[in-house]
């Protein structure tokens, strides 16, 4: 009725225009210095449907947003500059760095949900267990059921601060490259500081100015508690971009090469990071960036936390073999091993449920207890479950059902036996504060070259063969890997409401991916002209 479209779809342009500008001074014979000033303009072709008793109703609260404004075209503006010293003029040691901010191509697709979730052309209903619905199959037909669920409000909506901007971020760099020992070496140290970043707001919930503990009796886990400040309205959720200052990330890194004459390269390297962020944006739904960013405070304004991309350590090392042959050295055919190893993916560990009442189920960082806290946590009973926890426990002494007092044990030699949670006891686990087993995998590499002259210029053609993990091609045992390097997730305890939980150690375990522990092969074939 709104549209006149059943296949309505979300009318949304944008663009972004990049102007840049450097120079390079030489400043002495062994030093050059080069500055630059970049600008790039955002551009939004479209403006989202104005929801007019959302702008009044948001102008009530104070909130000073509107769900169909959009965001000005206005400059951003990106200096850098840069240096690189010779010391000694020989290209022995070469100190270099420096310094500017830089702009992001922000991920179009957040702006874009603020023009699909107006609350004018889609209703959205969030509810648990209902009851009295009819079970409609035509998706054109769910009008029966539209009054039973206007209830819970049927307007979800996506909006943004008037003065939100792409993402920019500070950085300092400074790299020392020297030969020493018949080695080439690189050390390098780069900081980045985060200027602007996405912060999403869930402005349908606000704190009760109660804590958790003064609300069920837990007085060790002090998180604030939520209520719905726009019950008795239309419009459900409210999720709002803004941006943020707060993160960073250091990186320390040192790399080693040496080239023989009779075609050896080895290369080795090392790089430590550190990473923090408050919202990693790993989902292109505003929905899901804010119900699945963890916390332990305020989920519309989340602490300083690991990033997702948080992998501590990482070490690499590789040797090439390379042999030209032929009338004219024509030939040329190169085997490659690869190794490397790194600090297994950043996870979390949440309660799955909604213990603060912010209206996510997803969100809410573990609190790791000691013996003498779980005593005095209530648990409700359920089915039991055997597994690998369960089975070292309670071995085949236990009934069908899983008690509290038992849930209780459970959950004490779970913590005991986790290496990370057995030392934090009495604390947060805070977001991405563990990382998984470290993990390790060769690949290998096989290319056939063939260069050959057309009209004078040497050209060339290459048929290459890589194997990715070529460990678990000879041993399905070998080169296991957890994950991608992407922040990682548990669930294990289960909040049922009103400060009971269930543990049945289900998802406590942490497997290896089958997945990406795969070995993976490729053929290229690359032309060189």
């Not at 400059?75 to 240096?83: D, I, T, Y």
């Amino acid at each position: 009725d709104v549209t006149g479209d059943p296949r309505w779809a979300t009318k949304f342009t944008a663009g972004q225009l990049g102007f840049y500008a450097q120079d390079k001074w030489n400043a002495a014979n062994n030093l050059q210095i080069t500055y630059g000033l970049r600008m790039e303009i955002p551009l939004f072709f479209d403006t989202p449907s104005e929801n007019a008793p959302f702008n009044q109703y948001a102008a009530e609260k104070g909130w000073n947003v509107k769900n169909n404004y959009r965001i000005k075209s206005t400059p951003l503006w990106s200096p850098r500059l840069g240096f690189r010293w010779d010391i000694n003029n020989d290209r022995k040691y070469i100190l270099r760095g420096g310094i500017g901010i830089f702009t992001g191509r922000i991920p179009f697709v957040w702006i874009s949900n603020n023009y699909a979730n107006t609350g004018i052309q889609m209703s959205t209903y969030n509810v648990y267990s209902p009851k009295g619905l009819d079970l409609l199959l035509d998706p054109n037909g769910q009008t029966p059921n539209e009054q039973k669920l206007k209830a819970s409000g049927n307007q979800t909506l996506n909006v943004y601060d008037r003065n939100f901007k792409l993402a920019q971020t500070f950085k300092v760099n400074l790299g020392f490259d020297f030969h020493v020992l018949g080695i080439d070496w690189t050390a390098e140290g780069i900081y980045s500081k985060t200027l602007n970043d996405i912060l999403y707001k869930n402005l349908a919930y606000d704190m009760t100015g109660n804590t958790y503990g003064q609300t069920y009796g837990y007085n060790w886990d002090n998180r604030p508690m939520f209520t719905r400040v726009t019950s008795g309205s239309a419009f459900s959720n409210i999720y709002a971009l803004y941006n943020t200052s707060k993160g960073y990330t250091v990186n320390l890194s040192l790399k080693a090469e040496k080239h023989f004459n009779f075609g050896l390269d080895l290369m080795a390297s090392y790089t430590w990071t550190h990473s923090e962020s408050v919202n990693n944006g790993t989902s292109s739904v505003a929905q899901s960036n804010w119900n699945y960013n963890y916390t332990y405070r305020n989920s519309n304004d989340p602490e300083l936390g690991n990033s997702a991309f948080n992998v501590p350590h990482r070490l690499q090392a590789s040797a090439y073999y390379h042999v030209n042959y032929g009338a004219q050295k024509q030939w040329r055919t190169t085997v490659g091993l690869i190794w490397q190893a790194k600090s297994g993916s950043p996870y979390s560990i949440y309660y799955y449920g909604d213990v603060n009442g912010d209206g996510s189920n997803g969100n809410d960082l573990f609190f790791i207890p000691t013996d003498e806290q779980i005593d005095q946590m209530k648990f409700e009973e359920k089915s039991y479950v055997s597994n690998a926890y369960t089975n070292a426990v309670f071995g085949d002494n236990h009934g069908k059902v899983l008690t509290q007092d038992m849930q209780r044990q459970l959950m004490k030699y779970w913590i005991a036996s986790d290496s990370y949670l057995s030392k934090h006891r009495n604390q947060y686990y805070k977001r991405f504060a563990d990382n998984l087993a470290f993990e390790q995998h060769f690949d290998f590499h096989l290319a056939q070259k063939y260069s050959f002259k057309v009209c004078g210029q040497t050209n060339s053609i290459e048929l290459s063969l890589d194997i990715i993990n070529l460990g678990n091609l000879l041993n399905k045992d070998w080169g296991h890997t957890y994950g991608d390097g992407f922040g990682i997730y548990y669930s294990p305890v289960t909040y049922k409401g009103n400060g009971v939980y269930q543990f049945d150690a289900g998802y406590a375990n942490r497997n290896y991916s089958d997945y990406y522990s795969r070995w993976r092969g490729q053929i290229g074939l690359k032309y060189t002209f």
